[in-house]
């Protein structure tokens, strides 16, 4: 009986703290503006009138039907429904945090409602321009001076400086044509990208 009141209790709860943290002061979705990280339209044009959260995937609840979206440093939580279509993905629980997703949605009293959510399909590499994980981790133990090549992190600037491999240097997607410098100059060095993951 108490676990059953317990229950009843946390989930409103919960639901109230998805709403505030969606529809907080911070959000730009107040003001009939999108939701985007702060490098989305570095590769993207979109409308910033039309109404979209775009961002990486961080979690969903089932039984609450709430997406939440971390939308540069902040979560966004958008509620979901059977009406929801969802497009390069099955069900929500095969969502990963690799998952960029670009969410359709309407405002209402309680909060967001996801109308379309667009999950960004894996980038096609063919199989001989790919590095398995032990291959990389040898070159990266033989260090780019030996091993001669050349190591670029294509991720955006504050991911980069959240992490990255060892000898790395940063060449966002975005600025390739301004950062040429950190090719090699010499042509039969190998360059080596990589980025948050498929996506």
């Given at each position: 009986?108490?676990?059953?009141?317990?229950?009843?209790?946390?989930?409103?709860?919960?639901?109230?703290?998805?709403?505030?943290?969606?529809?907080?002061?911070?959000?730009?979705?107040?003001?009939g503006?999108?939701?985007?990280?702060?490098?989305?339209?570095?590769?993207?044009?979109?409308?910033p009138?039309?109404?979209?959260?775009?961002?990486?995937?961080?979690?969903?609840?089932?039984?609450?039907?709430?997406?939440?979206?971390?939308?540069?440093?902040?979560?966004?939580?958008?509620?979901?429904?059977?009406?929801?279509?969802?497009e390069?993905?099955?069900?929500?629980?095969?969502?990963?945090?690799?998952?960029?997703?670009?969410?359709?949605?309407?405002?209402?009293?309680?909060?967001?409602?996801?109308?379309?959510v667009?999950?960004?399909?894996?980038?096609?590499?063919?199989?001989?321009?790919?590095?398995?994980?032990?291959?990389?981790?040898?070159?990266?133990?033989?260090?780019?001076?030996?091993?001669?090549?050349?190591?670029?992190?294509?991720?955006?600037?504050?991911?980069?400086?959240?992490?990255?491999?060892?000898?790395?240097?940063?060449?966002?997607?975005?600025?390739?044509?301004?950062?040429?410098?950190?090719?090699?100059?010499?042509?039969?060095?190998?360059?080596?990208?990589?980025c948050?993951?498929s996506?």
């Amino acid at each position: 009986m108490k676990s059953k009141y317990c229950r009843l209790l946390v989930w409103p709860l919960l639901l109230a703290a998805g709403l505030f943290y969606g529809t907080g002061p911070a959000g730009a979705a107040e003001e009939g503006k999108s939701l985007w990280g702060p490098n989305c339209l570095n590769c993207h044009n979109y409308d910033p009138k039309a109404k979209l959260i775009l961002g990486d995937f961080q979690s969903y609840s089932r039984m609450a039907n709430l997406l939440t979206v971390k939308v540069g440093p902040r979560p966004v939580v958008v509620k979901v429904s059977s009406q929801t279509k969802l497009e390069n993905a099955k069900t929500y629980g095969d969502l990963t945090g690799d998952n960029a997703l670009k969410i359709a949605f309407e405002e209402k009293p309680d909060g967001l409602h996801a109308q379309k959510v667009t999950v960004k399909p894996p980038l096609k590499v063919p199989a001989n321009q790919l590095l398995s994980t032990k291959d990389m981790e040898k070159l990266v133990a033989t260090g780019p001076e030996a091993g001669k090549f050349v190591l670029l992190d294509s991720r955006p600037a504050y991911r980069f400086q959240e992490e990255r491999i060892p000898g790395a240097q940063n060449m966002p997607l975005p600025a390739f044509d301004k950062l040429t410098n950190l090719l090699p100059q010499d042509k039969g060095k190998m360059v080596v990208f990589y980025c948050q993951g498929s996506t």
